[in-house]
């Protein structure tokens, strides 16, 4: 029996997001494995793909850590507890705070989401942690997990790791729940083009709105939907007063049932960041028949090859031509849904589970 242990740290961090829903998945895998047993190390947690899977039942949690503080603190502690009674084979943190390091006996792995930090220091603030933290938990891993090559590729590059220290494993994607093609009135009230999640700093947001502008004020009956990312802040609603597309700029608070509706019935999604490390929202689209128009980074080529209509992110007219090359193209947006269909075929849940399954198996057996 294979033993492994997983910390608190991205199910206290998270009550939705990319990367604890990618370890919620691959603990859902390892589930159905009869040879393997895993401790997610979670008291208890908000988070979303988790919440019938912690330690304590949430009738004794929600009285006694009520506080999100509190959350954090007992999380903490609990996956200290678990590192240092030492009964597992690996371990693999869920985010790169290195506070195991000082007890920490067995081989550990630690999965490498992207670079971005690292690439653009100016968009964080100066005292931010995690790019210490990453560092040092790269160099102390047993192995290294990035979700893409070109992930892989920015690791080498920027920190000048053995690259037979790094195996490429792609996110796994499980279709989600079939949904009616419909929106409710209260989520469309004419045709839209689909922006999803955060907008801040590399995602590139101000220039994809004013890029668009000309488009929108050309095209009165269509809007730019944002789903996520919370709610419009002072400094974007100043921005859409100056390029003057107030009443064509619209956010959602989306779950993932109203979400894949959204793709469903947008016209195209948006996806302009300056980076990622690979962009589970591609993949979302493509289940959806959704129509891409992305940012031409080395990630999204390695994701969406021939499925996706590419741009230069730098340049706003750059941006305005794909996206008129798909809109006012029904037969070039059909050819991008039929390749996108194919593309997904590429990124089976499956093949992500099996692949990190091999890895702890090859560290967990070097005692």
């Known amino acids: 029996m294979l033993n492994i242990l997983y910390d608190h740290q991205i199910f206290t961090m998270q009550h939705y997001g990319g990367i604890s829903r990618y370890f919620a998945s691959i603990q859902s895998g390892l589930e159905k494995q009869p040879d393997i047993h895993f401790n997610n190390g979670v008291l208890y947690s908000k988070n979303y793909y988790i919440k019938d899977n912690t330690y304590l039942p ?142 801040k700093g590399y995602k590139n947001f101000p220039r994809l709105a004013t890029a668009l502008t000309p488009f929108l004020k050309r095209n009165p009956e269509i809007k730019l939907v944002c789903a996520g990312g919370g709610a419009f802040q002072s400094a974007e609603l100043e921005l859409f007063i100056r390029l003057g597309i107030s009443d064509r700029v619209q956010q959602i608070s989306a779950s993932d049932e109203t979400l894949s509706r959204l793709y469903k019935n947008a016209m195209a999604f948006l ?22 128009i992305a940012s031409q980074t080395d990630c999204f080529k390695e994701i969406g090859e021939d499925a996706i209509q590419y741009f230069n992110p730098y340049e706003e007219s750059s941006i305005l031509n794909a996206l008129e090359e798909v809109v006012e193209n029904k037969q070039k947006a059909l050819t991008l849904v039929n390749r996108g269909r194919q593309q997904l075929q590429k990124f089976p849940m499956e093949s992500c589970i099996d692949k990190t399954l091999n890895i702890y198996r090859t560290f967990g057996q070097k005692k």
């Open 58 to 199: 949430s009738y004794l949690s929600k009285v006694f850590l009520k506080k999100d503080r509190s959350i954090q603190k007992w999380n903490r502690k609990y996956s200290e507890y678990l590192i240092k009674k030492d009964n597992y084979d690996v371990f693999h943190p869920t985010y790169y705070n290195p506070y195991f390091l000082k007890s920490i006996k067995k081989p550990f792995v630690i999965t490498v989401h992207d670079m971005i930090h690292e690439l653009f220091p100016e968009m964080f603030e100066p005292g931010d942690v995690f790019v210490n933290y990453k560092r040092r938990c790269i160099e102390n891993a047993a192995h290294i997990i990035a979700i893409s090559q070109s992930t892989k590729n920015d690791i080498i590059n920027i920190l000048g790791v053995d690259e037979n220290r790094i195996s490429v494993v792609h996110h796994g994607f499980r279709p989600q729940m079939s949904v009616t093609s419909d929106l409710t009135d209260s989520e469309k009230k004419q045709d839209y083009l689909l922006f999803v999640g955060d907008r």
């Open 271 to 292: 996806f302009p960041s300056l980076y990622e490390g690979f962009g589970l929202p591609i993949l979302e689209a493509f289940q959806n028949d959704c129509p891409i």
